[in-house]
């Protein structure tokens, strides 16, 4: 069964670096999707990509974020300069279609651990 | 501010127990969804609903649009669905996507 998959599984960075979170969706799917889950709070949507571009975005989302398809399977989240207040799981998700508009579920990806320090 | 609210929060049931999980929001939705956090933080999609009624095995989703409410029912409960049932809507104004704090179950064997 096709899944989502992401990489690393955790990551520890120091406060003020890059990271690079890295996600491979299933591969007929045309909708991707950023969540993120501060330890002990609920998810939260960060942005969607459809057609090479951002479809939606959150207020979280700020310039320190960006989102790319390097390649025609990878899909990526940059953040520029990691704040602790970062640290967070962040989920991958893709969908065939957009999936907020109910036409087709999520399928989401393990998550990545990032732990700021 | 919850656009979405979820009861209860904490959940503890006897195995082969009938179980119900609330959900209410309070924003116009295109689509609500049920989602599961499995304890290793993993999510599953289990429903997405705009209307009626939906059923996968022992899992049973309803949404009544003119209450703003949603239930997911889970029939002849098992402790593997131990989990953080989470509800999550979006908005029918663009970029709104809300998720509830999720229900804890823990299902005793």
């Known amino acids: 069964e096709p899944e989502v998959t992401q990489t690393p599984s955790h990551q520890v960075t120091q406060m003020g670096q890059e990271v690079i979170l890295r996600c491979v969706p299933i591969?007929?799917?045309?909708?991707f999707y950023w969540y993120r889950q501060i330890l002990g709070q609920k998810v939260e949507f960060l942005v969607s990509?459809?057609?090479?571009?951002?479809?939606?975005k959150s207020e979280i989302f700020d310039d320190q974020f960006s989102v790319e398809r390097p390649d025609g399977s990878n899909f990526t989240l940059k953040i520029r300069s990691t704040k602790l207040e970062d640290s967070a799981m962040y989920f991958c998700a893709s969908s065939e279609y957009w999936s907020w508009k109910g036409y087709n579920e999520q399928f989401f990806g393990p998550g990545t651990r990032l732990t700021v320090l | 501010k919850n656009e979405v609210e979820q009861s209860p929060q904490n959940l503890t049931a006897q195995e082969g127990e009938f179980i119900t999980i609330n959900c209410s929001y309070s924003?116009?939705?295109?689509?609500l969804h049920w989602l599961q956090q499995h304890p290793g933080g993993g999510i599953v999609s289990l429903f997405m609903l705009s209307s009626g009624k939906k059923k996968h095995g022992r899992l049973i989703a309803t949404i009544n649009i003119q209450e703003k409410h949603s239930s997911l029912h889970i029939t002849a409960s098992h402790p593997r669905d131990s989990a953080v049932y989470i509800c999550?809507?979006?908005?029918?104004?663009?970029?709104?996507?809300?998720f509830g704090t999720g229900t804890s179950l823990t299902v005793i064997p």
């Open positions: 924003v116009g939705i295109s689509a």
């Open positions: 990509f459809y057609n090479n571009e951002i479809s939606e």
């Open positions: 999550a809507v979006g908005g029918d104004t663009g970029n709104q996507f809300y």
């Open positions: 591969s007929n799917h045309l909708y």
